[in-house]
C-alpha cells in the first residue's frame, strides 16, 4: 500500500511552520523561514521521509491567503527550473 507524507503548512510573511506526519502517525513540528533556503530545508525534510517511509507521496495542506499563493507559484517555478535541487522528488499534490 501507498504510504504518504502529509505536511499541513502555515504560512507567514517571514516565519513559517510544518506539521509533517507519515499517513495516520503523530506529526511532528518544523519551523521554517519563507524563504527559498527554508522553503529548499522543508523539501529536504520531506524527501528524506519519503525515503525513510519507502518513496511515500508528499501531499502539501497550505492556508488559502496571499502566502499560500505565493508558495504554489514558487513550488511551481522553482522545481521547475531546477534552482531547487531539492525539490520534491516523490510525487506532490498541493491542497
Avoid: P
Amino acid at each position: 500500500m501507498q504510504k504518504h507524507i502529509f505536511a499541513g503548512i502555515d504560512l507567514g510573511d517571514k516565519n513559517s511552520v510544518a506539521r509533517i506526519g507519515v499517513d495516520r502517525e503523530k506529526d511532528e513540528r518544523l519551523g521554517f523561514v519563507n524563504t527559498r533556503g527554508g522553503r529548499a530545508r522543508l523539501f529536504k525534510e520531506l524527501n528524506r521521509r519519503a525515503d525513510q517511509a519507502g518513496g511515500a507521496k508528499i501531499v502539501l495542506a497550505y492556508e488559502a491567503s496571499s502566502c499560500g499563493w505565493r508558495l504554489s507559484i514558487k513550488l511551481c517555478f522553482e522545481t521547475s527550473e531546477g534552482s531547487l535541487k531539492s525539490g520534491l522528488k516523490h510525487g506532490v499534490e498541493l491542497r
